[in-house]
């Protein structure tokens, strides 16, 4: 049994927690808020983000980021990508040992374009890093930590630290880990899915109904293979559950974030309003601009972001988006699909 640190004392970094605590391991949970961690420690509660969860002695809070560090091997990094690389340059500071990072954060930076375990060894180079593992996957920490079954997929450059990673957080009561060596793939889909449910919660919000939100994801998985695939991804990765899987939790479950903050949006929010209130990460919205961004670089067609980008970013009325994707020009399915497979063999 290993000790862990696991930085970011939010929904998923306390959710995931909780699973190696269930598992066994002891773990050393950090957050920047003294008197959050004061409440993980004396109540071994973190109303906040989990409220009415009950969280296992063997998880404790550490609000001193160089002690939680100290002799520990695996660190799980579970904050926003906004603030990962100031978290990380922090983790530099402290190390005196080198670590494995697993990444559970699902963003692109906008401008960088870098996805997220490309920023960790940016910003690690030279530092004591072994490996970086991506766990992803549809999971929302509101149902991991009742223990209600889920399943998630690694990646990593180094398969033999993904499967490690795997063996640390699998277990057979609740939580089933896949592995996938496709990390481009796995790591795109899980930050995309997100735009396509900001998309999904606008059209609920409008009134409009399933037929939309089946468009949506569809046509939303097709975009996002179109830009993995172009970025070097397996198309195959898609179909799977940093794929499909992701897209469907996120944009059919009242617990994700970035669906609600869609909602809102669509009920008539603006942007800044639907932001203040959420209270938590809704990683979807600079994920928009990075992938906007992208597809402009790459010259890949993505009429889903476009739309999202122009309601986000240039002040475009939802149901005039929508209006704008139905009136497209009439296009061909399959020749559509085919393309995004290609000629590679995989
Ligand atoms: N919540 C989920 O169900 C879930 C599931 C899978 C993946 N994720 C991903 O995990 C990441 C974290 O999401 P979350 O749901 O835990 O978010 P959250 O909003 O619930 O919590 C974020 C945590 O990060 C902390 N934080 C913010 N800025 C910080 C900084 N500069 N330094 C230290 N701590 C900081 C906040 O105080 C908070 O504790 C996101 O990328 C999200 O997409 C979330
Ligand atoms: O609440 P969201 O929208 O950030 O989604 C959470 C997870 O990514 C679902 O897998």
Redesign the pocket.
């Known amino acids: 049994m290993e000790q862990i640190a696991v930085l ?6 306390t ?1 995931l927690a909780m699973v190696l605590a269930d598992n066994g391991h002891t773990v050393r949970l950090w ?3 003294q008197d ?1 961690i004061n409440e993980i420690n004396e109540k071994h509660t973190n109303e906040k ?1 989990l409220p009415g969860i009950e969280l296992p002695e063997a998880i404790v809070g550490y609000a001193d980021l160089c002690e939680a560090l100290t002799n520990i091997e695996t660190v799980v990094l ?4 906004k ?1 990962i690389r ?2 990380l340059r922090k983790v530099r500071e402290c190390l005196k040992q080198p670590i494995t990072i697993v990444t ?4 692109i930076e906008p401008d960088t374009n870098k996805r997220i375990s490309e920023i960790i060894e940016e910003e690690m180079a030279g530092a004591f890093l072994k490996d970086v593992v991506v766990l992803s996957g549809p ?4 149902e991991v930590s009742r223990r209600q079954p889920t399943t998630v997929t690694v990646s990593s450059k180094n398969m033999e630290a993904a499967e490690r990673i795997q063996d640390l957080f699998m277990n057979h009561h609740y939580f089933r880990v896949y592995t996938n060596p496709d990390l481009i793939g796995v790591e795109i889909g899980g930050a995309l899915k ?1 735009i396509i449910a900001l998309a999904a919660g606008i059209t609920d919000g409008l009134g409009y109904g399933d037929n939309a939100k089946a468009a949506l994801m569809t046509r939303g998985l097709a975009e996002i293979a179109r830009l993995g695939s172009t970025l070097g991804a397996n198309p195959l990765t898609f179909a799977g559950l940093t794929g499909i899987g992701d897209l469907i939790v996120t944009c059919t479950s009242v ?1 994700s974030r970035n669906w609600r903050a869609g909602n809102l949006l669509g009920k008539g929010k603006s942007l800044d309003e639907v932001l203040d209130n959420m209270g ?2 809704v ?1 979807g919205v600079r994920t928009t601009k990075a992938a906007y961004q992208l597809a402009k670089k790459m010259n890949v067609e993505m009429p889903i972001t476009t739309a999202l980008y122009d309601v986000l970013f240039n002040g475009k009325d939802p149901k005039a988006a929508v209006d704008s994707l139905m009136s497209r020009v009439k296009t061909h399915e399959m020749e559509d699909l085919s393309n995004i497979l290609g000629e590679r063999k995989y």
């Open positions: 970011g004392a939010g929904s998923w970094g959710a957050g920047h808020r959050q983000y579970a904050v926003p990508t603030a100031e978290v559970v954060s699902k963003g999971s929302h920490a509101e997100n617990h938590m990460v990683e």
